[in-house]
């Protein structure tokens, strides 16, 4: 991201609350044209109201937002005829085909007719429909149906793309076959507003990420930028009785210690070395360790640091703990502890 | 495109898009054309002969009484018909897709056009059939080309008044299982009115209301230009009526679809 390069999308102080409730409590976001901006937050904390504000869908209380160069307040249509969206809850005609429906989105982006099924065609292909284009929505699968509903959104070739947690509740791989989705489109000069609750998804997928919190944002950043925020990772440790830990706590020193587990955490920026020289410790000090587990920080930490609570929601990697096989400390999914 | 050109365009759509979905959820329309059908058949066959005789007409049976009940079927035929229409409203509120809608640059009011258009030329096609069974069994009209016209053109008035208002009912509907039963009072009117009795053998509270409320003056008008009655200020009170219904339900329609979705 360069400084001159065009905003697509640029909230300042945006408000929204229902009765006393305050939903968003002035929050500023600027979206390069181009990249992908993650929302990221617990349920609740307001992402899917600033998706409907910034989409046109309900009006904010407060605030001045402007989306592909229109102004929210004097020209929401503008903005409309740039923007997709894809929501949380799947936004397709139960009642038409696959087919139709996509069909039916050429129609209303007054495509011409031949130019409309052209781009229908493209797409079934495209997220692998052809078989179901025929079929009701009612009878696909969930991933099917939320590839549906981002096929329709992308029928109009918005500039700008709204995805209200498009991932929620997919499998493994049908979210896989979603990020690539996104990539392909953010390759093709798209840009991208996602609200998401896991953690690994906005470190996937996003160039800059936000952290919403009861309607605030609480950090903003880059993944790299958002980790730095933290104290650095540790190497957690795990023995088979309380003498053992005894032992490895007088070892490494600063070293916290959880009796109930029989866990050892080591303070670790998580590299080669450092790994290396606890594992010679341990050797020299002859102390048998059942588990050993790299933990370098993640938005999880980050999310924790800065609100003072876990996030309640947890990778989308859903992985265990780490075997001591697998010490590569370049792993990309560490495992996750928000004990406390 | 201008505007207007646009509006017209994604409204057609809309209305392709309901026409699509009644074709493949044929279950509600057919059942809604039917009700008025067998209620048409029950009353002529199985209290025609007794209630005809209560008219106390010239030949005071049957078939005096199938000419009497035609014009109250035909307005249950609308009513039954907008009930559709409150439900696929509602349906469509609950499935997400009005959401998509309303971040399009679309012409905001289509989706209501769309479905206002497809239900009345829904409601047409019931009164159409209601009127051929009704002929099939034995109705008979003195009514000249004029009063047919004017007759036509009351009843789709009327339908596109109560349209809109089923079109409020169904955004104003917490559930699609709510919005199938607040028109049901509707369909009731018809009864409760000049559609199957004349109002004034009703008991006196309840006469008085049969003979105010909106459906009578429209069945008196009707019955009027059809077989020839006395129709007196029923037409300017119908027409009053369907004014008013009509503006109500546009207006309340319009508030409700601007309402942010609640989710």
């Known amino acids: ?340 | 495109m201008s505007t207007l050109t646009l509006a017209a365009r994604d409204s057609r759509t809309m209305l392709r898009r309901n026409m699509r979905r009644w074709a493949r959820y044929p279950a509600m329309t057919v059942q809604l054309i039917a009700l008025p059908v067998i209620m048409l058949l029950m009353f002529a066959f199985v209290f025609g002969q007794t209630l005809g005789a209560g008219l106390g007409g010239p030949s005071a049976g049957r078939g005096d009484y199938i000419d009497y009940l035609v014009p109250g079927i035909i307005l249950m035929t609308v009513s039954a018909s907008i009930q559709g229409t409150a439900i696929s409203v509602a349906m469509d509120m609950h499935e997400g897709i009005i959401a998509r809608f309303r971040t399009m640059a679309i012409s905001r009011g289509a989706v209501l056009t769309g479905h206002v258009i497809g239900s009345f030329l829904q409601t047409l096609v019931g009164i159409a059939i209601v009127i051929g069974v009704a002929f099939l069994i034995g109705f008979r009209t003195n009514a000249n080309a004029a009063e047919w016209i004017a007759t036509i053109g009351l009843l789709c008035l009327f339908a596109i008044a109560l349209t809109w208002l089923a079109v409020a009912m169904g955004l104003q509907a917490k559930s699609v299982e709510t919005a199938s039963n607040t028109p049901t009072l509707l369909v009731l009117l018809p009864f409760l009115g000049s559609g199957f009795v004349p109002a004034d053998s009703m008991p006196a509270g309840l006469a008085w209301f049969a003979e105010y409320q909106p459906f009578s003056p429209v069945i008196e008008t009707v019955r009027g230009l059809l077989l020839g009655t006395e129709i007196g200020d029923n037409a300017v009170l119908a027409l009053a009526w369907t004014a008013v219904i009509g503006l109500l339900g546009y207006f309340w329609a319009l508030k409700l679809f601007r309402r942010p979705p609640v989710r």
């Not at chain 1, 390069?5 to 976001?29: F, N």
């Not at chain 1, 009878?139 to 149906?145: E, K, L, P």
């Not at chain 1, 790299?224 to 490494?252: M, N, S, V, W």
């Not at chain 1, 048998?288 to 993640?298: K, R, S």
């Open chain 1, 1 to 340: 991201m360069t400084p001159d390069q065009p905003t697509a999308i640029a909230a300042t102080g945006l408000r929204k609350s229902y009765g006393e409730q305050t939903v968003l409590d002035g929050i500023d976001i600027t979206v390069p044209e181009g990249t992908v901006f993650a929302l990221l937050g617990p349920n609740g904390a307001g992402k899917t109201t600033a998706v409907q504000i910034l989409s046109t869908l309900i009006e904010a209380d407060g605030g001045t937002v402007r989306v592909a160069g229109h102004d929210l307040a004097t020209d929401a249509d503008g903005i409309r005829g740039a923007i997709g969206v894809t929501g949380q809850f799947s936004a397709v005609d139960n009642l038409l085909t696959g087919e139709e429906n996509l069909l039916l989105m050429a129609d209303l982006n007054h495509l011409p007719r031949a130019e409309g099924r052209r781009r229908t065609a493209e797409l079934l292909e495209r997220f692998d429909l052809v078989d179901a284009a025929e079929k009701n929505p009612m009878t696909y699968s969930g991933g099917m149906r939320r590839k549906l509903d981002l096929a329709m959104t992308l029928v109009g070739d918005p500039k700008v793309i709204f995805l209200d947690e498009p991932t929620t509740g997919l499998d493994p791989r049908t979210r896989r076959i979603m990020w690539d989705a996104i990539r392909g489109l953010v390759a093709g000069g798209v840009t991208i507003f996602l609200t998401t609750q896991y953690l690994e998804e906005a470190d996937e997928l996003a160039d800059r990420i936000a952290l919403l919190d009861h309607g605030h944002i609480v950090a903003e950043g880059t993944s790299a930028e958002l980790k730095r925020l933290i104290p650095g990772g540790h190497i957690r440790l795990e023995f088979a009785d309380p003498d053992e830990l005894d032992q490895a706590a007088r070892t490494f020193a600063g070293s916290t210690r959880d009796d109930a587990a029989l866990a050892l955490q080591v303070p670790s920026d998580g590299d080669v070395n450092s790994l290396r020289a606890v594992l010679d410790h341990l050797d020299v000090a002859s102390i048998e360790v059942t588990n050993l587990t790299v933990h370098t920080p993640d938005l999880d930490d980050v999310f924790l640091a800065l609100t003072g609570r876990p996030t309640e929601v947890r990778s989308s990697a859903g992985a265990g703990h780490q075997s001591a096989e697998t010490t590569d400390t370049a792993a990309d999914s560490t495992t996750k502890e928000t004990v406390r």
